[in-house]
């Protein structure tokens, strides 16, 4: 079993996450696009968008695979490197604007458009094409991509 001492707090460091976190919402979300495109479940998309405007909104103790990963899975595994939350974050804007699309498309009558915006949030996620948009957003605004150091402990 992998150490459990953290270098950062998930409910309190927001400016870092452990670089693993992203990957399990990741899984949750494209699993969830996918599931709603191939049984045409809207309700899928829906919730999803909700739970990610509720976790963007309250935090990440309010973010049901975030509370999964750091209350079941890093205490078992350890923590994973740290990175800039930032991107994640932009990612889970554009997950909760396009998984919403797609339920009110699908609500409107637009069955196609919504499995189509659908499918592209499922193949889009194994991609992270939302963190590669943050990216290359801050690679061309000269933002740091550099993982700033975690309360308490001195900057690299």
Do not use: H
């Amino acid at each position: 079993m992998a150490s459990t001492q953290r270098t950062a707090d998930p409910y309190r460091d927001l400016e870092v996450i452990d670089s693993r976190a992203p990957r399990v919402n990741q899984a949750v979300g494209g699993t969830v696009a996918l599931v709603g495109a191939v049984f045409g479940w809207p309700l899928a998309w829906a919730l999803y968008a909700a739970q990610l405007l509720i976790g963007l909104t309250f935090g990440r103790r309010f973010c049901l695979p975030c509370l999964a990963y750091f209350e079941l899975i890093q205490p078992r595994f350890g923590e994973g490197p740290l990175e800039d939350a930032r991107a994640p974050r932009f990612a889970n804007w554009i997950g909760f604007a396009l998984l919403s699309a797609s339920a009110a498309a699908w609500w409107l009558g637009a069955p196609v458009v919504a499995t189509t915006i659908g499918s592209v949030v499922a193949a889009l996620t194994g991609f992270c094409a939302g963190c590669r948009m943050w990216m290359l957003y801050a690679k061309l605004r000269r933002i740091p991509l550099v993982c700033p150091a975690p309360p308490g402990t001195a900057a690299p």
